[in-house]
């Protein structure tokens, strides 16, 4: 008997329609290239950190429940290391967007920018050094995301402890450089944006949008498993503690949107005002206003109730609304620079933003079949699972 | 009223127990653990506490209480100009509303918890066993008639590995 696959697979129809959505969205960035190039390679850069923000999310998921010596998230882990094993996706995205760094980033041209903001920005911001360091930022998240992902599937085969232990520590590296590393791309990928703007607290809130829609893509493949059949491994225990953990981690973000809004409201600097007066009135006002709704109060409210927590409609659907909502949250923070004091929605946002999370899909659920969806000698399973001595006898997973 | 009490020396052993008193009809009055034991309620057959609903109604008073006093005395009472911002401006009143609100909602329940528990400072603890702090779990059932069958329950008891069974007469907890 193979061990190490199940006969998870998605439906050929369902496959023909993401490959289709795949080709029509490579298609219209394409042709965006030449007929709209500022606002593809706007939109190029949202969907790029978004894809980075899930499989990121994922893996520091997986990091800080290895790193915290987690005994109820083992029966689910597989699917948080499916979802982490494709931070390559946006490796090549990354890739692809330095061809777009003239259009993007008003530092890459404009020499007035040097002489106006002095220091070390010049240092910094230069584009060659830029290349190296989002090369070294990915290589950090897929080397040490990879070790961990590698000693798991090892424990499959090889009942010992000390893959564990490894993973113990690879998991405190992961969070220590991987966040340093997030932290920095944070700033050089959308702060320097509007190269006069910045915050100190930026960071930290991309850091929590990340977390947080990591696990919302987390929830969504769980109750998907849960659905088709897998009801007795992912249990509504489990669900129960996702749902906690995203309404904690909701909470987490409109705290740090708040403290990042309020400080620069109260100070009133010109150059740091200059952000939010762009993304205060008209169409971008109701946007931000419509922002904190997706991303805190709809999840707050709705997921208050120990219910509805535990229910998988409604988890999966507060899971959509944060998933939306960061999208939005990446649009405003993003387009205004590109659209002006307008915003609109068009083709160029909607198909290769389509296209890519087709992609990301199609290689979570390959991934998915490569290993066993759960992780037989983990030795904390019995804590996660209280039955799995009978489920890993049987097979039945 | 009379009480049995059991000792155990095992989590898995009291969950299994309790589980199989409950099923034979005999009524709980409480266990007693060094920790809380997970699963125990859902094995007890307790409802689920309400004292959430109270939390919530705390916190809900908390932002009440915070926009209210702000409002009135940063911009009736004593309205003082700082930075040129409005004298009534939500994005200032923030910061109180949700401590306050945290602050109502935390105490609230702190207090609620006492008084549901009569519990107060200085309240010496009856116990069962003086280790069911330490390492014992310790369950008590009501004898409340004839129908306790006592063969029956210490039978149960000792295939679960009873380290030691009793009988308290009169409610001495």
């Known amino acids: ?397 | 009223m009379d009480l049995f009490s059991a000792v155990f020396k095992d989590e898995d052993d009291l969950l299994k127990v309790t589980r199989q008193v409950r099923d034979s009809g005999y009524s709980i009055y409480d266990i007693y653990t060094p920790y809380a034991v997970h699963g125990l309620d859902d094995a007890m057959g307790l409802k689920p506490s309400k004292l959430s609903y109270l939390c919530f109604g705390f916190a809900f008073l908390g932002l009440i209480v915070a926009i209210l006093s702000q409002y009135w005395i940063g911009s009736i009472d004593w309205p003082i100009n700082v930075g040129g911002k409005p004298f009534n401006s939500l994005p200032a009143y923030l910061p109180v509303t949700f401590e306050l609100t945290v602050l109502f909602g935390g105490v609230g329940i702190f207090f609620a918890f006492l008084f549901k528990a009569k519990l107060r400072p200085g309240k010496t603890a009856k116990l069962v066993n003086p280790h069911s702090t330490d390492y014992y779990f310790i369950l008590t059932l009501e004898i409340k008639d004839s129908s306790f069958d006592s063969e029956t329950v210490l039978s149960l008891c000792r295939q679960n590995n009873a380290v030691e069974t009793k009988i308290i007469l009169g409610n001495a907890l």
């Open chain 1, 1 to 397: 008997m193979n061990t190490n696959s199940n006969s998870l697979a998605i439906p050929k129809a369902v496959q023909k329609f993401l490959l289709l959505l795949i080709v029509a969205g490579s298609l219209t960035f394409i042709a965006g290239l030449f007929l709209s190039p500022r606002r593809i390679w706007g939109n190029f850069l949202i969907t790029d950190f978004y894809i980075l923000s899930l499989s990121l999310g994922a893996a520091f998921f997986v990091a800080v429940n290895y790193a915290s010596n987690s005994g109820w998230v083992v029966a689910i882990r597989r699917i948080p290391e499916a979802i982490s094993s494709t931070i390559w996706l946006s490796g090549i995205g990354a890739l692809i967007l330095i061809f777009g760094i003239h259009s993007l980033y008003e530092w890459s041209h404009s020499a007035a920018i040097h002489e106006e903001v002095s220091g070390y920005f010049k240092a910094w911001f230069n584009e060659s050094f830029f290349i190296i360091r989002l090369v070294v930022y990915f290589v950090v998240w897929i080397v040490l995301n990879r070790a961990i992902l590698a000693n798991s599937n090892r424990q499959d085969k090889h009942p010992d402890i000390a893959y564990t232990r490894k993973n113990v520590r690879n998991s405190a590296l992961f969070i220590i450089f991987g966040g340093i590393a997030f932290c920095l791309a944070s700033i050089d990928l959308m702060m320097s944006l509007q190269a006069r703007w910045y915050s100190t607290v930026f960071p930290v809130l991309m850091i929590s949008g990340m977390f947080l829609s990591g696990l919302a893509i987390i929830i969504v493949f769980v109750v998907i498993l849960r659905h088709i059949g897998y009801s007795h491994i992912f249990t509504t225990e489990h669900l129960h503690t996702l749902g906690n953990y995203l309404l904690s981690f909701s909470v987490f973000w409109v705290y740090l949107w708040v403290s990042q809004h309020l400080l620069i409201w109260y100070s009133n600097i010109p150059e740091e005002t200059s952000y939010y007066i762009f993304r205060h009135f008209g169409g971008w006002g109701s946007l931000s206003f419509l922002n904190v709704v997706l991303n805190w109060l709809i999840p707050f409210a709705v997921l208050l109730p120990v219910a509805a927590r535990k229910s998988d409609k409604i988890m999966l659907q507060m899971a959509i609304v944060v998933l939306i909502g960061h999208w939005l949250d990446l649009f405003i923070l993003v387009m205004p620079a590109f659209l002006g004091p307008e915003p609109s929605v068009s083709v160029w946002e909607i198909l290769p933003f389509i296209g890519f999370i087709s992609l990301f899909v199609l290689v979570v659920f390959r991934r998915l079949r490569k290993s066993s969806l759960l992780p037989v000698n983990d030795p904390y399973l019995v804590e996660s699972l209280p039955d799995s001595e009978r489920i890993v006898k049987s097979r039945n997973f």
